[in-house]
C-alpha cells in the first residue's frame, strides 16, 4: 500500500511469481486512475490507466483493479521479470473544473524482483 | 521519454544562488508540469500551465517561479536556492482531456538539483 511516513512501501518477489501493487486514494471523486513505473534514474513511465465507470482493464502482463466501494487500485503484474523492478505509482486524476483536470500521486511502492 | 527533455541533468549550486531548470517537448501537448520528487513523498506539483497564457500555482511554488516560453518550453527557476530544495525536478505534459475525459502525463528524464 501507500506509506503514509517516510520510508517506501516494498514489495520483493521471485522471478515468474505474479506481483500485486497496492494503492489506497482519498478522492470519491476521482474519475481516472494511472499507474505509473519508474526506473531508477530514470522519470515516471506510464503503464495502464482506468476510469471510474470499469473495474478492470487488462494490458500486456499488466491488470489493473479498481473498487470504489473501498477507494482501492491495484495492480498485478504477471510473470514478473527482473526488468520489473522499479517503483511504482498510482495516480488519481481529480477534476478541478471544467476541463482542469489534475494528478494526485502517491508516494510509490519499490518492486524489488529476485532472480 | 525523448519527447520531453529537461536540461541540465544534473546540477550542484550554492545557496543563494539564481537557476533555470528548463524542459522541451515534442508532444505537441498544451499542457506542462514541472514536479519535484523527494524521498518518501513521492511527486508534489509545483507550477504548471494549461496553455502558454496560463499559469498555476501548485501545492508547492514558495521559492519558484516559471515561464511558458512557447507551447514547448517551460522553464522554472529558483530565484535565491536554498539546500531544502535539493531534489530531484521532473517536467511532464499532457494534452487536452478530449472526449476521453482523461490527462495522463508524460515525463521527462528529470533533474537532479543539489544546493549546497
Known amino acids: 500500500g501507500e506509506s503514509v511516513g517516510l520510508h517506501l512501501p516494498t514489495l520483493s518477489v521471485q522471478e515468474g511469481d505474479n506481483s500485486i501493487i497496492n494503492c489506497a486514494y482519498s478522492?470519491?471523486?476521482?474519475?481516472?486512475f494511472i499507474w505509473y513505473k519508474q526506473e531508477s534514474g530514470k522519470g515516471p513511465q506510464f503503464i495502464i490507466d482506468?476510469?471510474?465507470?470499469?473495474d478492470k482493464r487488462q494490458g500486456q502482463r499488466v491488470t489493473v483493479l479498481l473498487n470504489k466501494t473501498v477507494k482501492h487500485l491495484s495492480l498485478q503484474i504477471a510473470a514478473t521479470q527482473p526488468g520489473d523492478s522499479a517503483v511504482y505509482f498510482c495516480?488519481?486524476?481529480?477534476?478541478?473544473?471544467?476541463?482542469?483536470?489534475?494528478?494526485?500521486f502517491g508516494k510509490g511502492t519499490l518492486l524489488t524482483v529476485n532472480p | 521519454d525523448a519527447d520531453v527533455t529537461q536540461t541540465p541533468r544534473n546540477r550542484i549550486t550554492k545557496t543563494g544562488k539564481r537557476i533555470m531548470l528548463e524542459c522541451s517537448q515534442t508532444?505537441?501537448?498544451?499542457?506542462m508540469y514541472w514536479y519535484r520528487q523527494d524521498p518518501g513523498l513521492g511527486l508534489r506539483l509545483i507550477y504548471y500551465?494549461?496553455?502558454?497564457?496560463?499559469?498555476n500555482k501548485g501545492e508547492i511554488s514558495d521559492g519558484y517561479s516559471v515561464s511558458r516560453q512557447a507551447q514547448a518550453k517551460f522553464s522554472l527557476s529558483l530565484e535565491s536556492a536554498i539546500p531544502n530544495q535539493t531534489a530531484l525536478y521532473f517536467c511532464?505534459?499532457?494534452?487536452?482531456?478530449?472526449?476521453?475525459?482523461?490527462?495522463?502525463?508524460?515525463f521527462g528524464p528529470g533533474t537532479r538539483l543539489t544546493v549546497l
Open positions: 511532464a505534459t499532457s494534452d487536452l482531456p478530449g472526449t476521453s475525459g482523461t490527462d495522463t502525463q508524460y
Open positions: 478522492n470519491s471523486a476521482s474519475d481516472y
Open positions: 482506468i476510469r471510474s465507470n470499469m
Open positions: 495516480a488519481e486524476n481529480r477534476n478541478s473544473g471544467g476541463s482542469n483536470y489534475k494528478l494526485t
Open positions: 508532444k505537441g501537448h498544451d499542457r
Open positions: 500551465s494549461f496553455d502558454v497564457k496560463d499559469i
